[in-house]
């Protein structure tokens, strides 16, 4: 099945600067790939996906890159505000899945 | 919408006991599923639905049993807690895709903190 990992496992920026977190998946079916967000003591809130037949989504101070051929994918996250602190994962299915695997998430600590 | 919801947020059993976790959606999601969470794993996936009377298997199914008899509830049942099972329980669920139309967001539950003593 899909394996996905998660690097690094924890990042700490200044607010105000960028943060990237990176991810590498196994399976080369995989075509969708979201990222959650989870704050303390709370569920995993979509934030961002991407589907394989684009490069780069971007929404207001966070963007997604995919790259299929390295079977990476990556979150960024422009102009750090202290509410960005919170553990970040990213999950990947294969075409035609029911089920999503997660990576072990990645905790941004952003110091005011 | 309420969207998903979990019941208990907290609970301590003692070993050997037996609870059910509830999950309710009320989006008229077809498929539903439920993760633990351990601190540093990640989610992993216990069991999923599809659809109401159609249950799977998912990574960590042992010791935990589901049933899926209406569209809006997937109870998540411990038959003998064991200290194994102490984790943090999520609910998720999202709407079937066909007719051209995509739909993988998974929507979750605030969760049930479990812990077997």
């Known amino acids: 099945g899909e394996n996905v990992e998660q690097h690094p496992s924890t990042l700490s920026v200044q607010e105000g600067d960028s943060a990237v977190i990176k991810c590498t998946y196994s399976?080369?079916?995989?075509?969708?790939f979201p990222w959650y967000k989870q704050e303390l003591g709370k569920g995993p809130q979509l934030i961002i996906d991407i589907r394989s037949n684009v490069g780069e989504k971007k929404d207001q101070r966070i963007a997604v890159t995919l790259n299929k051929t390295a079977k990476h994918f990556s979150l960024h996250i422009t102009e750090t505000q202290p509410e960005d602190s919170a553990v970040y994962f990213c999950?990947?299915?294969?075409?035609?899945?029911?089920?999503?695997?997660f990576g072990k998430g990645n905790q941004v600590v952003v110091i005011p | 919408n309420a969207g998903v919801t979990q019941t208990p947020k907290f609970r301590i059993l003692k070993i050997g006991q037996s609870m059910t976790l509830q999950c309710t959606q009320d989006m008229n999601h077809n498929y539903m599923y439920w993760y633990r969470q351990d601190p540093g794993m990640g989610l992993k996936l216990i069991y999923y639905s599809v659809g109401a009377g159609i249950t799977d298997k998912g990574e960590v199914p042992n010791g935990y049993n589901v049933s899926r008899s209406t569209t809006e509830d997937f109870p998540l049942r411990l038959e003998l807690a064991a200290p194994s099972q102490t984790s943090v329980y999520f609910c998720?669920?999202?709407?079937?895709?066909?007719?051209?139309?995509?739909?993988?967001?998974?929507?979750f539950g605030p969760g049930t903190r479990l812990t077997v003593l």
């Open positions: 999950a990947a299915s294969p075409r035609g899945n029911n089920r999503l695997a």
């Open positions: 998720a669920s999202r709407a079937s895709g066909g007719g051209g139309r995509i739909a993988d967001t998974q929507y």
């Open positions: 399976d080369s079916a995989s075509n969708y």
